[in-house]
């Protein structure tokens, strides 16, 4: 009797709603979770789950079936991993690599393959300029922009010399040519350090002897957390303040450096104590969930998959039709964390920077308070070679 | 000339912390015959066991001897279970065995604490720095490092020429088989030499927390430049690998403290960076090339 009633019941709402009773909308979300940058991608998945399950299983109103890989930092991982979910899965929508190396191998093939990739973290030069592609879409920043609004910010902050150190590989190089974009004084010094380097004292002696009036270092992850702690040990935080771009001191580093942080500069594109209801929302649902702070990467997921959520809604959860999907994509209907959003021509974000400085919290840690603005309505310098 | 003096005395700390980890490096590839590729690993022990004995108690002070205590256990028990079975097995066997220590190191270490790195706040007693001389001042932690490494490169020295242990060492380090012939209880000796050297490299890794970022894979980031230190002291040698780690050390820090702007005199800017970071990353193997060249058995081989 109950069985019956509710089969009737099953059919009839099946019969009535024809539209929700669809196939879910597969999402393949390839990242980083293992080794040292592994709290990276565990920040990037859990914040894309954090906004499928805020809205009970779904985006835009579309059930989803989340697909989520370790490619390891290696980037043939990552592109074995992609080509499977294409073939045998049918993936035709994908997310979450974290590191630019990664993403140059994986995403070529997921876009020739027709389907789209949103990127919430890496964007290197080469695609954002002549290797643009109609679906390849960017939520975070271009990779120079990083480091264009440190630039800028000690442009602003009234400094007139500084000294650069970074690694001496690409990123390294990058981030010194993307500050000096926007630096308007003089550069006193410029070093290379070696990406297995541990001490940093013959830096730090460097740095002193120059006397700049600024530094800005570039050093991600644990080389940061060595290279600031022996700047503060050398005495030098007192005497020369730091720039820094939003990579070289994330939440979790944050820690790990512990009160020596406090007094630094740092530009970014968000920050934890934005006031903003979208922003609040993600905070309070990130909280209660994961009960840590989450790293500025967590953001860049979250607004990922919102943005795939406003397409859905917009096409009804359909890919089929890749144009209409494309086309929802670039409206970028949805209200960011981090306030202003929209796409330039490259499908890359047009945003505010802004800066924000290390200070004593409320309970004696070390928080990120943002202070000031940096940049607004800032793209990048490659959108003019992207022909679509 | 104090920033000469300056960069001389990064030198020596670096080669200091060096010194440290080497020690227990070459006794053991000179009395034992074992190439130990998972001494880094005791070095990061060290530096996890202080750091989180010194988050617990709040007393960086009683980090040191958990960190000694614990990397010295955990040396012992490699030897015991792990290296005692590779003495008569050629070095292949060995690098594969401690290598595959090291995976498991790390990957334990990971299970317990986690990816991200530890902290380890500076001792109160120690913050700070010191006016040496007009215009020279220098981190008070940092002269504490030297002062330590001396001392134990002094207490080493004594051990090995003044003791009947130190005399079982020297002996092992020059003929091995003839002190077996002998009738000395060899095992218990290997098993005292692997605990010493643990613990020295215990001792390193705790006195690295405060200035470095305390993560898993920390001692394979150090091993090669001990190696290095290693082959240009002469294998086995503790007054070799004494000399050689200060060589490095201040060669080391020199090359990357003046080359740059020593190049800049004959090239445009951007190319002597280049270079000069190039060339100062490959500085103590140019050393160790031309050390071999003039002495194959490095500077101080104990069987030369």
């Known amino acids: 009797m109950y069985r019956k009633t509710f089969l ?22 390839i990242t980083t979770l293992s080794g040292p940058g592994g709290y990276i991608g565990q920040d990037i998945r859990d914040a894309f789950k954090l906004a499928v399950d805020m809205e009970g299983g779904k985006l835009g ?27 045998n899965d049918g993936v035709k929508l994908f997310t979450g690599i974290v590191f630019s190396n990664v993403a140059g191998a994986t995403v070529p093939d997921i876009v020739d393959a027709g389907a789209f990739y949103i990127s919430p973290n890496a964007a290197p030069s080469n695609m954002a300029g002549k290797g643009c592609n109609e679906n390849y879409f960017v939520v975070s920043w271009q990779n120079d922009s990083l480091h264009e609004s440190a630039g800028q910010l000690a442009s602003n902050l009234g400094y007139k010399s500084a000294f650069v150190l970074a690694p001496n590989y690409q990123a390294g190089k990058d981030a010194i ?97 934005f006031d903003n209801p979208a922003n609040k929302k993600f905070m309070e649902a990130w909280t209660k969930a994961y009960n840590r702070m989450p790293t500025y990467y967590a953001s860049q997921a979250y607004d990922a998959a ?59 840690k070390p928080v990120l308070k943002t202070v000031g603005e940096v940049f607004k309505d800032h793209g990048d310098a490659y959108a003019d070679q992207c022909k679509m | 000339m104090s920033l000469f003096l300056e960069q001389l005395l990064n030198g020596l700390q670096f080669g200091v912390m060096l010194f440290l980890l080497a020690a227990g490096l070459t006794l053991i590839f000179g009395i034992m015959g074992v190439i130990n590729l998972a001494h880094g690993s005791i070095y990061m022990i060290g530096a996890y066991a202080g750091a989180y004995v010194a988050a617990q108690t ?17 040396g012992a028990a490699m030897e015991f279970l792990v290296v005692r079975r590779l003495y008569k097995r050629d070095h292949l066997d060995q690098v594969l ?141 503790i007054r070799g690998a004494f000399v050689a780690s200060l060589l490095l050390g201040v060669v080391d820090t020199m090359l990357r403290a003046y080359l740059p702007s020593m190049l800049r005199h004959v090239m445009i800017g951007s190319d002597a960076d280049a270079l000069g970071a190039g060339i100062s990353s490959m500085g103590i193997y140019l050393l160790m090339a031309v050390v071999l060249l003039i002495r194959p058995k490095g500077l101080f081989a104990p069987n030369s």
Do not use: C
């Not at chain 1, 009737?8 to 979300?29: M, N, T, W």
């Not at chain 1, 579309?62 to 043939?76: S, Y």
């Not at chain 2, 991200?116 to 706040?121: A, C, E, W």
């Open chain 1, 8 to 29: 009737a019941l099953a059919v009839s709402v099946a019969a009535a709603l024809p539209a929700f009773a669809q196939e879910p909308v597969k999402i393949g979300l």
């Open chain 1, 61 to 87: 109103g579309a059930p989803v079936d989340l697909m989520v890989e370790d490619d390891a930092l290696k980037p043939g991982q990552g592109k074995q991993i992609a080509e499977r979910m294409l073939t």
């Open chain 1, 177 to 273: 040519t993307g500050f000096k974009r926007y630096f308007k004084g003089k550069i006193v010094g410029e070093l290379y350090t070696s990406l297995d380097q541990t001490d940093f004292s013959a830096e730090m002696a460097q740095i002193r002897a120059a006397n700049p009036e600024v530094v800005f270092q570039f050093h991600p992850g644990g080389l940061g957390i060595s290279f600031l702690r022996q700047y503060e040990q050398a005495g030098l935080l007192k005497t020369v303040p730091m720039v820094l771009a939003e990579p070289s001191l994330d939440a979790v580093t944050l820690k790990s450096i512990g009160e020596a942080a406090i007094g630094l500069n740092v530009s970014s594109h968000w920050n934890s104590d």
């Open chain 1, 306 to 364: 919102l943005e795939i959520a406003s397409a859905l809604k917009a096409t009804n959860g359909s890919l089929a039709d890749a144009d209409a999907f494309r086309a929802a994509l670039r409206k970028a209907d949805f209200q960011s964390v981090r306030g202003k959003f929209s796409f330039g021509p490259n499908q890359h974000p047009v945003q505010d920077w802004y800066a924000l400085k290390v200070e004593k919290g409320e309970d004696g």
């Open chain 2, 58 to 74: 709040g007393s960086f002070f009683l980090g040191v001897p958990a960190a000694l205590v614990a990397a010295a256990l955990v």
């Open chain 2, 97 to 237: 065995a401690t290598f595959a220590l090291i995976l498991i190191f790390n990957q334990v270490v990971t299970l317990l604490f986690g990816r991200q790195p530890l902290f380890v706040s500076m001792p109160s007693l120690l913050d700070g720095a010191v006016e040496l001389l007009p215009g020279l001042t220098y981190p008070i932690y940092r002269l504490a490092i030297i002062l330590v490494g001396l001392l134990v490169a002094l207490g080493l020295y004594l051990l090995i020429n003044r003791t009947r242990i130190g005399m079982l060492v020297r002996a092992g380090s020059t003929n091995r088989e003839m002190v077996r012939a002998l009738g000395v209880n060899v095992g218990m000796l290997y098993t005292i030499v692997f605990g010493l050297g643990a613990l020295l490299a215990g001792l390193a890794g705790v006195m690295a927390g405060p200035i470095l970022a305390v993560q898993v894979g920390m001692g394979e980031q150090i091993l090669i430049t001990t190696f290095v230190v290693v082959v240009i002291g002469g294998v086995g040698s």
